[in-house]
T-cell receptor
Framework: RKEVEQDPGPFNVPEGATVAFNCTYS??????FFWYRQDCRKEPKLLMS???SGNEDGRFTAQLNRASQYISLLIRDSKLSDSATYLC???????????FGTGTRLQVFP | DVKVTQSSRYLVKRTGEKVFLECVQD?????MFWYRQDPGLGLRLIYF???????EKGDIPEGYSVSREKKERFSLILESASTNQTSMYLC?????????FGQGTRLTVV
């Protein structure tokens, strides 16, 4: 089983839609969780960290479910500029190594 | 502003050539990583380093080696390039909570 698993998509949604991505991780001892965004032909960049209590940043909401070992990203009121690949990232408990999922591709259309 | 710089954006090399990919960070981070990214496979870890002269194999080290003579510089070496090493190579420098990526090197081996 992969350490971090994501649905590769693509998710094709109209502008204004709400879309959600899930990601599962295998190591129950993982402590830190993140969502990264990667635009086409660019490097990944941190979108937001995911906290146990859940956190929100504008139209983006991240949630963590430790019992089921998954994290989620909800995007409300999708914009064309949200089109990108979203990478789920989990740390390894005993080191500073970050494990990346393969990414979920989102395409927002007019 | 945080910066990770990779020596080349695009590189074309011949099969059997020795290839050097250089990465420099200016954040005084101890941890540095080399990934390759291929469609449908996501980011895969090749090698990483937690300190000068220290290196550890990632998930796909075969055909690669690395060098970390100075804290700010982490080099990836393809001893004898092969066509299956055609890929996007990404260097990252990390803290425990965030990874900062270089702009990537798209390597084509012909």
């Amino acid at each position: 089983r992969k350490e971090v698993e994501q649905d590769p998509g693509p998710f094709n949604v109209p502008e204004g839609a709400t879309v959600a991505f899930n990601c599962t991780y295998s190591n129950s001892a993982s402590q830190s969780f993140f969502w990264y965004r990667q635009d086409c032909r660019k490097e990944p960049k941190l979108l937001m960290s995911v906290y146990s209590s859940g956190n929100e940043d504008g139209r983006f909401t991240a949630q963590l479910n430790r019992a089921s070992q998954y994290i989620s990203l909800l995007i409300r009121d999708s914009k064309l500029s949200d089109s990108a690949t979203y990478l789920c990232v989990v740390n390894t408990p005993t080191s500073d190594k970050l494990i990346f999922g393969t990414g979920t591709r989102l395409q927002v259309f007019p | 502003d945080v910066k990770v710089t990779q020596s080349s954006r695009y590189l074309v090399k011949r099969t059997g050539e020795k290839v050097f990919l250089e990465c420099v960070q200016d954040m005084d981070h101890e941890n540095m990583f080399w990934y390759r990214q291929d469609p449908g496979l996501g980011l895969r870890l090749i090698y990483f380093s937690y300190d000068v002269k220290m290196k550890e194999k990632g998930d796909i080290p075969e055909g690669y080696s690395v060098s970390r003579e100075k804290k700010e510089r982490f080099s990836l070496i393809l001893e004898s390039a092969s066509t299956n090493q055609t890929s996007m190579y990404l260097c990252a420098s990390t803290t425990w909570s965030e990874a900062f990526f270089g702009q990537g090197t798209r390597l084509t081996v012909v």
